[in-house]
């Protein structure tokens, strides 16, 4: 599986963006993806992900403000960003779960399968 990302860039505090995430065509189903941001100097935390099955979870800091949605179709997830503030600066990475079978284990497995990540910057 590969992520494609775009849609980030520059706005100002109480602006919007609008992040997108195609996945290419897999063997291996995808159960999830989402959207996980890097400030700069912290870790990666996540903003929001969706399942296959609609299952939709949010970091604190997003919640009310941030909305991720998903095209089945288009193999393709998308974050609602509006009422941006400074802290929203950073890196987001879109990521997806994959299942796959590990032969060894004789199992299936969960792997996390990154994009380049995009950069949005909020300026007051």
């Known amino acids: 599986v590969q992520l494609q990302a775009s849609g980030g860039g520059l706005v100002q505090a109480g602006g919007s963006l609008r992040l997108s995430c195609a996945a290419s065509r897999s063997i291996d189903p995808i159960t999830a993806m989402g959207w996980y941001h890097q400030a700069p100097g912290k870790q990666r935390e996540l903003v929001a992900s969706?399942?296959?099955?609609?299952?939709?979870v949010y970091g604190n800091s997003v919640k009310g403000r941030f909305t991720i949605s998903r095209d089945a179709a288009k193999n393709t997830v998308y974050l609602q960003m509006n009422s941006l503030k400074n802290e929203d600066t950073g890196v987001y990475y879109c990521n997806a779960e994959v299942k796959t079978w590990n032969i060894a284990e004789a199992d299936y497995e969960y792997l996390d399968v990154w994009g380049p990540g995009t950069l949005v910057t909020v300026s007051s």
């Open positions: 969706i399942s296959v099955t609609g299952s939709i």
